[in-house]
């Protein structure tokens, strides 16, 4: 198992910017495939994005195609995503989590959340 640390989350305003940050300890961090979810109030948690091992492969839920990116830190045992754009759509927990071998979208470790909130 790898311990996730979500951080960066916070209020701004529709169109504004936010980095969050997860940060993993424990287990071997560039062994995992990497992803965000977000939890809307009074809605399922839902999948936002994901990232490969050597980061090199990505993938986007529609809504947020073109404003936002994922990325990892492999020596730095961090992954990110950048969220440009922000619509108050955005507004959820955002959460990380990490995917081992043989990546089958088990996500079996996850961090804590970091909240992210979308003004009109």
């Known amino acids: 198992q790898v311990q996730l640390v979500e951080s960066g989350g916070g209020l701004v305003q529709a169109g504004g910017s936010l980095r969050l940050s997860c940060a993993a300890s424990?287990?071997?961090?560039?062994?995992?495939?990497m992803g965000w979810f977000r939890q809307a109030p009074g809605k399922e948690r839902e999948f936002v994005s994901r990232?490969?091992?050597?980061?090199?492969?990505?993938y986007y839920t529609d809504s947020v195609k073109g404003r936002f990116t994922i990325s990892r830190d492999n020596a730095k045992n961090t992954v990110y995503l950048q969220m440009n754009s922000l619509e108050p759509e955005d507004t959820a927990i955002y959460y990380c989590?990490?995917?081992?071998?043989?990546?089958?979208?088990?996500?079996?470790?996850w961090g804590q959340g970091t909240q992210v909130t979308v003004s009109s």
């Open positions: 424990g287990r071997t961090f560039s062994s995992y495939t």
């Open positions: 989590a990490a995917d081992p071998p043989p990546y089958r979208s088990s996500w079996s470790s």
């Open positions: 990232i490969s091992t050597n980061g090199r492969t990505t």
